[in-house]
């Protein structure tokens, strides 16, 4: 099947969309037709098999433009696989567990019947936008935390459930 696969992303200063292309360019790796768009920019999904969500995590919130996103959708992605994922810990800790989705998200997961939701370690770095990043540096609470060997993990067995192509690992 070579499928079109939507991936969109709610991110505020940037990681979550490298995220989002890193994913999208595993899909596209993987034989299947991959698009990346920031959340708030589309208009229509019907011209897609899949979608793949991500949004940043702000104080136990997804980003609003994913949040917008799945509510203005809806109907049309509960008609097609949805994979979900998040990025937000400012520590290692998404790379040695499985952290459960925030409840605006695991709401998301059932309105829509979502495949699967997934974690990822977050970045923030010196030029973050906001007050609340400025002062999470201030407090020496920044860095890169996300584990892209584990991304292209997740997006390689995304791939193999929509191509019937059994990954390893």
Excluded: C
């Amino acid at each position: 099947m070579n499928a079109t696969v939507l991936v969109v992303h709610g991110s505020a200063n940037g990681s979550t969309a490298q995220i989002a292309d890193a994913v999208a360019a595993v899909l596209s790796k993987e034989g299947l037709t991959a698009d990346t768009r920031p959340a708030g920019t589309v208009r229509d999904v019907s011209s897609y098999d899949a979608v793949v969500i991500g949004g940043a995590l702000y104080a136990g919130r997804w980003h609003k433009d994913a949040r917008r996103f799945a509510r203005r959708h809806r109907r049309a992605l509960a008609e097609r696989p949805v994979w979900l994922f998040s990025s937000g810990p400012l520590d290692p800790s998404a790379g040695e567990r499985d952290i459960p989705p925030v409840p605006g998200v695991r709401r998301v997961m059932e309105r829509i019947d979502a495949r699967e939701h997934i974690t990822f370690g977050g970045r923030l770095e010196e030029g973050a936008r906001g007050w609340v990043a400025r002062m999470l540096l201030k407090n020496g609470k920044g860095g890169d935390f996300r584990d892209f060997d584990q991304i292209e993990r997740w997006a390689a067995r995304v791939a193999g459930e929509l191509t019937g192509v059994r990954q390893e690992g």
